[in-house]
């Protein structure tokens, strides 16, 4: 480096001596992300990458073909069925496995699933209990993974805005807070027991703005249900004078004689039918989904049920084992 | 919820938006400060007042936290987690994300607490700036001190020096000059010690009120200069690291089939061309590049921090861990250094005991063999001490087994940082700065100085890191050459004898410490290598061949092992 430190004067400073970057943000946040799938490939025995077919899991899956090109992913893909997700999401992922190449593994709590557990029996946080966290963590133990990557950024929520990108996990695949490993540079600490392992966030910082303008900018693919079309919903009232869309995928949700009607929209993060809200919208490209992002007073998550079931709830999911 | 799509103004074209966004840099900043000084009430004024949060978040904390009734306690926007807001104080380091019409910003608010250093430590090291604040109605305290040399100590470029909580003392600027004289004078007396001098920047806030946090105050007329966004908007970036010598960690080897074999890694400075001639360390040998290839593409060049895969020319033995680096200068092969360490563990600093270092992509056995001092934060002073406890800082001596190439860390950032790890608990409990690249006679030397009598066999391996032996080398002069070269490379000290020479003189010299290559040259495309009885042929085209004779070496007890990490190095 030069030894500019502390030389920096105040004529620096002026708007003018900000030069154009020649790696723009997006660049800068691919070449780290990129390092981190590296290190994670050559540094654990077995690492498996989380794939939720959301746009961040998408996005995330790119750049683990980037990052390992013209080389396969060394990697399996696995993801998390509750058997609560949009077909759609199930096609796409199939898709996306078979263009690419990659190994796709399937985990659910088949017991879970076939007791019936619903968010509307159930709660939503025990159903979450039940169908992700459980299940995830079956289908690690059962693969005997020991790093696992997540498309969870650190702008969606503020609990993840605490977490390491090397988040260390004990035996129960737990997260504790307030003991986390110092974090220096980009040298992450990859040593774990037996038992123990790692969640790996290589998208941390991300935001949602940052993963639509790279999707526009690589041309990513991503599940149509992000575009706003005319589509059944179940149209609720909400507190506030506001409005719930709830989408026709799973019989049970229906209120006794409720009827659907058709809504254009969309949906901003994909979920389980039953707890992900769509929003009204006329979005139906990239530039429009981001033109109308501009323009939200909610974050993303707003629309999700499982954030606000309880202060501090998606905190208490993490420690639990939760991504 | 019932919020519908379009942007209504009818200027604003998404395209022009796009266009513009693609032009935006990227600057990372820490915050810094003793405990309660307001370091998360600022970011949350800061991210508020630039509407960067979102409804729901404002109402999910509305009427909560320690502020008055009315007033939103903005601490809670960055405090997220439970403990965090049943104490009032922050923990861990929380990153938040925002962007103006000029930059993206990634902001760690760390926590002021010397309990939890560090989670400030892990925030700033990755930051270009920082923003230190100072409790005007206390002034500077421990905690400020030791956070600002800590953030001199990791080279943080730009420190911007944000006195808060003016409305507490009727913003009266007197009061606001003795702050920044005082901190002017620590941060000279820091700068002193650390070597990394830095221009601050002293800004009158009010962060709980917002006054110059965005937007410039009317409560403090006597102050013209900018709000803290404008300075957070202005101060360089990125620095280019174009003229510096190229680095490139090898991160890993793609064998995709075999007719492509690429390294991957991320460039830690400097920048590559295909053509560029470059070393491979520690084995010596050198190639040219012929691609560099990434999915989109081959790349005319590319430069830090770009992730890339290079494609070599020639065959050459290169493994995770290894470093590519410009010819022309290449780095040093350390055997040891002198370096600053920030103390992390519960558990102190035990010297000779054996730590994992890891370094880029590498992670390999080190001893601290001395403590040449404690800083002692209160007065800056160097006090002699035995070992370091958590939060402690000092310079030691590290010895390294196995050689790694190391630069200064005031030179190079990637390559002269690194971190120790506790085999044991597996937790890190060291930050690490490289200040000198010491070869193995500097930090054996002042040991053997003391010792009296004729230089023994012994001191002799431990300063050479090899013992005295013959190696007999039969065969292709190419490979002669590069196995004399890695040896040079590795320091050690070899003396070339043609194999018809006198065999008294050469076992003379053998018992001296010295490695006597034995050579019989000649334009065969292999090469045969003896120690004693065991015998290894290699070819020229085989690119692992100097390492299989380093090996032979090895093995033979001639070289210390060039251990993987997990074993024991012993002498
Ligand atoms: N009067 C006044 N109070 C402030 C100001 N800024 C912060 N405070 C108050 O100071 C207290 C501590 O603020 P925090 O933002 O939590 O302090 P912090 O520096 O983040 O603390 P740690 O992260 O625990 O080190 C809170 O009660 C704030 O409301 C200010 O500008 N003026
Ligand atoms: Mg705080």
Redesign the pocket.
Known sequence: MSGTFGEVQSAELSAAAVQAPRANHLRLLEAESIHILREVASEFERPVMLYSIGKDSTVMLRLAQKAFFPAPIPFPLLHIDTGFKFAEMIAFRDQMAKDIGAELLVWRNEPAIAAGTNPIALDTKRCCGLLKTQALLDGLKHYGFDAAFGGARRDEEKSRAKERIYSFRDGAGQWDPKNQRPELWNLYNARVHPGESIRVFPLSNWTEMDVWQYIHQENIPVVDLYFAKERPMYVRPAPGGQETLLPVEQAFVAWPGEKPQMVKSRLRSLGCSPCTGAIRSDADSIPAIIAEMLSFRSSERANRVIDHDQEGSMELKKREGYF | MSETTAVQESTFSIQDFLAEESQKDLLRFSTA??????????IGRLLYDTQSVYEDQVKSIEGKG??QPGQI?F?LLT?GLRAEREQ???IDVAYRYFATDKRKLIIA?T???EQYTRNMATGASTADATVV?IDASKGVLIQSRRHAFIASLLRVRHVLVAV?????IGYDEAKFRAIESDFRALLSQIAADTGSPVTPHFIP?????GDNIVHRSSAMSWYDGPSLLELLESVPAAINSDKEPFRFPVQRVLRPDSTFRGFAGQIASGIVRPGDTIVALPSGRSAQVARIVTYDGDLAEAQAPLSVTLVLKTEVDISRGDLIASAEDAGTIARGCKAHLVWMDQQPLQLHRRYLLKHTSQTVPAYVTALDYRTEIGTLEHKRAHTLEINGIGVVSIQLPRPIVLDKYSENRATGAFILIDPATNSTVAAGMVREVVGRDSLVGTSSAAASGPVTGEERRRRWGHSGGELHLTGSVELIDSVERALFAMGAVTVRVPALADAVRISQLAAAGLLALVVAPSNEEFLKARVGEAEIIVETEDATAVTAVLELLEENGLLAAHNEEGSEYSI
């Open positions: 400060g003793s405990v309660d000084d307001g370091k998360s009430t600022l320690t502020t306690d601490a405090d009032g104080i922050t608010d926590p002021g607490h604040l808060n909580k003016m409305d507490l806030v009010s962060a709980l009120l």
